[in-house]
């Protein structure tokens, strides 16, 4: 049986899916044969990205409890009514927010909070479900290299993207008896809407400090993460993967 | 197969158990089968057997069979 052919039936959740890395990572799942649902909190967004890819459009705003129970149930019915199994899912959504200390407000710290951290538990709460009895099944978070090398500007930032690698030691710990594998990926300088606000001579410093000497795209994460939810790593859980081309801050 | 069997069923092949063990006043964390990784992967035979997807609160609520069968009562399920 062919790679494409194997992924039929296999259903891939990747919030954040209508931009940036989330974006790269739909289309090549897409291409591989893979039903991805596209998660963003634009509905015309994701029901256009849904039908290109023909894949399942899912929009809700992860830090929302109720939407996220709500879309869960609908993803559950439509899995079910196709036959169709929850593979992976992969937490993409989640923005990034730059200020030196003194201007760090609490409301903004919150927001970080609730979008990098509750919302990857409260979502692995409902993947899991959907995920027990599943063959291969796998998840993936997103932190960042400022986790582990901290940046000027970045402390709560990289305070949120930390708790990451706690999340995943654990959580691979809990699902592994369910046969649930988990990991994580630390991007180093992607070039995505998420660094945009950068000016032109912070992106050439970046540069200059990465051993591969650019930035890193969107699909060279994807492909990473591809990877981590394929067999290819069946014995890979519980990991926090850099993809940052060298890069130290 | 009548409801009762389907419950009986999900229990035996989920927690690894005899269908006899499978009475009201079975509950959870009272055998060794039926302990906390067990119990996701019994709601989710459950959920299969049934149709249904339990509010994550009747998760935790879920613990004796009896229970088990007032929260699929709730989802339409007669016993």
């Not at chain 1, 199994?85 to 003194?102: D, I, Q, T």
Request: proline share 2%; charged share 20%.
């Amino acid at each position: 049986m062919g790679e494409h052919a194997q992924k039929l039936g296999a259903c891939v959740l990747i919030t954040g899916s209508t931009s940036g890395i989330g974006l790269a990572l739909a289309e090549l799942l897409s291409g591989l044969g893979y039903v991805v649902a596209i998660n963003s909190r634009s509905s015309s967004a994701c029901e256009a990205l849904a039908k290109k890819l023909n894949g399942i459009a899912l929009p809700f705003d992860v830090t929302d409890s109720a939407q996220l129970d709500l879309s869960f149930r609908l993803l559950h019915q439509q899995l079910t009514k196709n036959s169709i199994e929850l593979k992976g899912f992969v937490h993409c959504a989640g923005s990034m927010n730059s200020a030196p200390l003194h201007a760090i407000k609490a409301d903004s710290l919150n927001t970080l909070y609730l979008e990098h951290i509750e919302s990857a538990v409260m979502l692995s709460k409902w993947a899991s479900r959907l995920m027990i009895n599943v063959a291969d099944a796998a998840m993936v978070f997103m932190s960042s290299i400022v986790a582990k090398q901290g940046s000027e500007g970045q402390v709560a930032y990289s305070t949120i993207k930390s708790a990451v690698s706690g999340l995943v030691a654990s959580l691979a710990k809990e699902v592994a008896p369910y046969g649930i594998r988990v990991n994580g990926v630390e991007p180093g300088v992607i070039d995505t809407p998420l660094i945009h606000e950068l000016s032109e001579e912070r992106r050439l410093d970046i540069v200059n400090n990465t051993l591969l000497q650019r930035l890193g795209s969107p699909e060279d994460v994807a492909s990473v993460i591809q990877f981590l939810l394929s067999e290819q790593a069946k014995f890979v859980t519980g990991q926090m993967i850099a993809v940052d081309g060298g890069l130290k801050l | 197969m009548n409801n009762t069997h389907k419950l009986v069923s999900a229990f035996e092949s989920s927690l690894n158990i005899e269908a006899g063990l499978v009475v009201d006043s079975l509950e959870y964390n009272t055998i060794p089968q039926w302990d906390s990784v067990a119990h996701m992967v019994l709601i989710a035979g459950l959920e299969k057997e049934f149709g249904v997807l339990f509010d994550m609160d009747d998760i935790i609520e879920m613990s004796s069979v009896k229970i088990a069968k007032e929260l699929l009562t709730k989802h339409g399920i007669e016993f």
